[in-house]
């Protein structure tokens, strides 16, 4: 068996990057090829088909995200320095992406959700671990005393989660710098209730 004559990360990445910027759908096999910089059956041979190319490609963004928001999360030493830093972080682009593509997990519950339901419970599953990770970084500031007990810290990553999606639809419209922020400002209240 010869040695493969390519990365396979790197090709996994440039894939990637035309699933999430053209969609399942639209992303053909030459699109693919051309960007992965292969041909079809060193694809097929490394890769498997297109499905099975686009669910390696979803599962490498995924784990990519979710420790871009574990790491940013980190970085602030307050609940709501947290997830404000973590929302203007995705606002400008700083997961990695061009914030006018927006998420790949959230693209794909929309492109596919009607007919891919094991690719939509993936990224459902993506949502759920990302409030499960706000739900920890909530519960740290429970534990510190900095919010006040008896908060639910399910509930409140939950309504984080919403609008950390709400926002990242909305980017892809380019709203002005205020309409952001004042909704970063909006949403960041919900700790300030909860401030002892």
């Not at 963004?61 to 928001?69: K, N, Q």
């Not at 682009?93 to 914030?99: K, M």
């Not at 970084?137 to 409140?156: K, T, V």
């Amino acid at each position: 068996m010869r040695p493969r004559a390519f990365d396979e990360r790197e090709a996994l990445e440039a894939a990637m990057r035309v699933f999430w910027e053209k969609g399942y759908e639209a992303a053909s096999l030459s699109d693919l090829t051309e960007k992965m910089n292969i041909r079809k059956p060193s694809l097929y041979a490394a890769f498997g088909d297109k499905r099975e190319l686009f669910g390696k490609a979803l599962d490498l963004y995924m784990d990519r995200h979710a420790a871009y928001v574990q790491e940013v999360l980190g970085r602030e030493r307050t609940v709501a320095a947290a997830f404000g830093g973590l929302l203007r972080d995705l606002a400008a682009g700083g997961s990695g992406g061009d914030p006018m593509l927006g998420c790949l997990a959230i693209l794909t519950i929309d492109e596919l959700a009607r007919r891919e339901p094991e690719w939509t419970a993936r990224a459902k599953e993506h949502q759920l671990r990302l409030a499960r990770l706000f739900r920890e970084r909530i519960g740290q500031g429970l534990s510190s005393g900095e919010l006040a007990p008896g908060q639910d810290a399910a509930a409140l990553a939950h309504a984080l989660l919403v609008a950390l999606i709400g926002l990242t639809i909305m980017i892809k419209t380019r709203p002005d710098a205020e309409f952001v922020e004042s909704s970063i400002a909006a949403t960041l209240t919900l700790f300030k209730e909860a401030q002892s």
